[in-house]
């Protein structure tokens, strides 16, 4: 579900606010999809702020030892952390985290929403999600999902389909979306939710079939493409979000100043156009929106990430 809203400027404490460059840390690699997210919106933000936003990439632990960084970072507006997903679903899948993505983070804004798309190899005989329930339960524990990687958004949207659909797939993990689409478009697996930048070249090419999107609505990517909910799922609506938090006490002055520019930065065409070349929907929200979307993301992703029984000790 996507937000409406924004915020003004409150009070007059931060109005010099910022007077130096401001880091944007991302707990991934320079290059993936958080990575070009975060310089997407550090460019802008820039330009609507006066001063520098540096994106900073500490990659580990799936994303975790940045986040901990943040968490533990001076609340003054200039440390902020590019979250993700992923990072609602660590919430439950690791057991020994040092910080609450509620409870030791204050919410800025949600920036984009990237859909994943339900593929398939062309040679698994089915041409809808119905049609690929039904062959799952025709031919109990014969098919394979793929992911990329045990606990990514990938493999929880796809335990989420099992639980759902009630069927019975194998769940095997690869360290990335190119090998395990490698392996798919080979037959080694015959299905995969995978974000949609990634999966649609090849659906384009012929060497995947898509079979739905996994968001509410259906994305402009494909928009003849059904969505989940449209193929009997009313209740499945997952996608790769990513959105701009600060450390806890973080000022309210200074959070409004910083989600009135990524609002400005999100309503610019030149961005919404980049935006879209990831298969990305802006995505318009308040401080307190935000903060409501990442409680809920954190306690969805728990029902899905217990009845899978994955865990990181």
């Not at 507006?77 to 030791?104: E, H, P, S, W």
């Not at 040679?123 to 339960?137: F, T």
């Not at 898509?210 to 609505?217: G, H, K, M, W, Y």
């Not at 959105?243 to 000022?251: D, L, N, S």
């Amino acid at each position: 579900m996507l937000f409406a809203g924004t915020v003004g400027f409150a009070g007059s404490a931060s109005a010099a606010y910022p007077e130096n460059p401001i880091r944007m840390i991302v707990g991934f690699s320079a290059g993936g999809t958080t990575d070009v997210v975060a310089r997407i919106l550090g460019k802008e933000m820039s330009d609507a702020l006066g001063q520098p936003v540096v994106v900073e990439n500490r990659p580990g632990a799936g994303s975790n030892i940045a986040t901990e960084m943040v968490s533990r970072a001076k609340p003054d507006g200039y440390t902020l952390y590019m979250v993700a997903v992923t990072a609602a679903i660590n919430q439950t899948l690791y057991k020994n985290l040092r910080f609450n993505l509620v409870d030791d983070f204050t919410p800025v804004a949600l920036g984009v929403r990237v859909p994943n798309v339900l593929v398939v190899n062309p040679e698994v005989p089915v041409k809808s999600v119905k049609e690929l329930v039904e062959y799952a339960k025709a031919n109990p524990g014969k098919l394979n999902f793929a992911s990329s990687g045990s606990g990514t958004s990938i493999h929880m949207a796809g335990e989420l389909f099992k639980q759902l659909a009630d069927i019975d797939a194998a769940h095997i993990p690869y360290k990335g979306s190119s090998p395990a689409l490698t392996d798919l478009i080979g037959g080694q697996v015959q299905y995969m939710f995978d974000n949609m930048p990634s999966a649609w070249p090849h659906v384009e090419s012929g060497k995947l079939r898509a079979l739905a999107v996994t968001t509410e609505d259906r994305t402009q990517t494909a928009p003849d493409l059904p969505t989940m909910q449209e193929s009997g799922f009313p209740s499945y609506d997952v996608s790769s979000w990513f959105g701009v938090i600060a450390p806890k006490g973080t000022p309210d002055d200074i959070v409004n100043k910083l989600n009135a520019a990524v609002q400005t930065a999100l309503a610019k065409p030149d961005v919404q156009a980049r935006l879209a070349g990831l298969g990305a929907v802006p995505a318009k929200t308040t401080p307190a929106e935000f903060g409501a979307f990442i409680k809920s993301e954190v306690d969805s992703w728990a029902k899905v990430v217990k009845a899978s029984g994955a865990t990181v000790d």
